[in-house]
C-alpha cells in the first residue's frame, strides 16, 4: 500500500502565494491551521503527482478521508489533523469537502464554462475560508465574502500555473468557452509563449477574476478577530496586485509572482490600512454577497 508522505513534494506553508496563519494569527490558532493545511498538502500533492494513475490518486485520497475519520491509522497527516479538530470540537467536513476537490483533480479535466469552475471552487476553495472563519468562532454570515475571495484565490493559481498544469497534467482550468471565443483551444497553453489572442483570454479571465474578489472586500470588516481581520486585508491586497498583473504578463514566459520583497512590503501596507480602517469604520452587520 502506498504511503501519502511519499509523493510529497516538500512545498511547505511558506513556499504558498498567500500567507497561511502567519504571524498576525492568534498563536492559539496556529496548530490547528497548520495541521489542516499539511493535511490538504498532502493530499493536494497526491492529486497532482504526474506519476499516479487517476485510481490510485483516488484510493490514496480515501484512505486518507478514512484515517481523518478515524477508521484508519496509516496516514499521519491526516490523523494529526484529526486529533486537533477533536480537540476544538470541530466537524471534519471542510478537510472532507476539499478531499472531493482533489478527486476531480485526478478525473476531471476540462471546465466547460465559468460555472463549472465555479463548481469547482465551491469545493477546492471556499473550504478553506471557511474552516479559518469557524477556527476563530466568526459568524457564518461570513462566509460569503470568504467565497467570493477564496474562489478569486483559487482562479489567480489557475492563470498562475495554466501552462504547467496542461503541460504536466494535462489538466485545464481555464474555461473551455473562454478559449473558444478567442478563437483557441487548449493546446495554446502549451506554447513557449502565450499568442496575443491567448493573453486578451487570460487577461479577460483575470479581469473577471479582480471582479469576483471585490465581492469579498467587505470581509476583513465583518470579522471579530482583529488578527484576523489583518491577514486578511494582506491576502485581499495580494490578490489585488497578483490579479493585475496577470491581465498584463504573460504566465507562459514569465514568471507571473510575487517576490519576498514585494510581499514583504504590500503586507505591511495592508496591515496599516487595515489598522486605520477599523479604528475608523463601525463594523456592516452582514456580509457582501457574491
Aim: proline share 5%; glycine share 6%.
Amino acid at each position: 500500500m502506498m504511503d501519502a508522505s511519499e509523493f510529497r513534494t516538500g512545498k511547505g506553508h511558506r513556499d504558498e502565494n498567500f500567507p497561511v496563519a502567519s504571524w498576525l494569527v492568534q498563536p492559539r490558532h496556529r496548530p490547528l491551521i497548520l495541521a489542516f493545511y499539511e493535511f490538504v498538502r498532502s493530499a493536494d500533492d497526491i492529486a497532482d503527482h504526474p506519476k499516479l494513475s487517476a485510481q490510485q490518486k483516488v484510493d490514496m485520497l480515501d484512505r486518507m478521508e478514512a484515517d481523518l475519520l478515524g477508521a484508519g491509522a496509516g496516514d499521519p497527516a491526516a490523523v494529526t489533523l484529526r486529533n486537533a479538530l477533536a480537540g476544538r470540537g470541530m466537524s471534519p467536513q471542510h478537510a472532507q469537502d476539499l478531499l472531493k476537490a482533489f478527486r476531480l483533480d485526478a478525473t476531471k479535466l476540462r471546465y466547460r464554462d465559468w460555472d463549472d469552475l465555479m463548481g469547482y471552487c465551491a469545493y477546492s476553495a471556499m473550504p478553506v475560508g471557511r474552516f479559518v472563519l469557524d477556527t476563530h468562532g466568526e459568524s457564518r454570515a461570513t462566509w460569503p465574502a470568504s467565497d467570493a475571495i477564496c474562489a478569486a484565490l483559487q482562479v489567480i493559481n489557475h492563470i498562475q500555473d495554466c501552462a504547467q498544469d496542461y503541460r504536466n497534467l494535462d489538466r485545464v482550468y481555464i474555461p473551455l468557452d473562454a478559449l473558444a471565443a478567442h478563437g483557441l483551444d487548449v493546446t495554446a497553453l502549451g506554447a513557449a509563449a502565450a499568442s496575443p489572442a491567448l493573453r486578451d483570454c487570460l487577461a479577460s479571465l483575470a479581469k473577471r477574476t479582480a471582479a469576483l474578489l471585490h465581492k469579498g472586500e467587505a470581509l476583513p470588516s465583518l470579522i471579530d478577530d482583529w488578527r484576523l481581520s489583518l491577514e486578511i486585508s494582506v491576502i485581499y491586497t495580494l490578490a489585488e496586485r497578483l490579479a493585475r498583473i496577470l491581465t498584463q504578463h504573460d504566465p507562459l514566459s514569465e514568471r507571473v509572482h510575487l517576490g519576498k520583497p514585494a510581499v514583504a512590503g504590500i503586507s505591511l501596507i495592508a496591515v496599516l490600512r487595515g489598522i486605520t480602517r477599523r479604528a475608523g469604520h463601525t463594523r456592516p452587520t452582514s456580509a457582501v454577497q457574491p
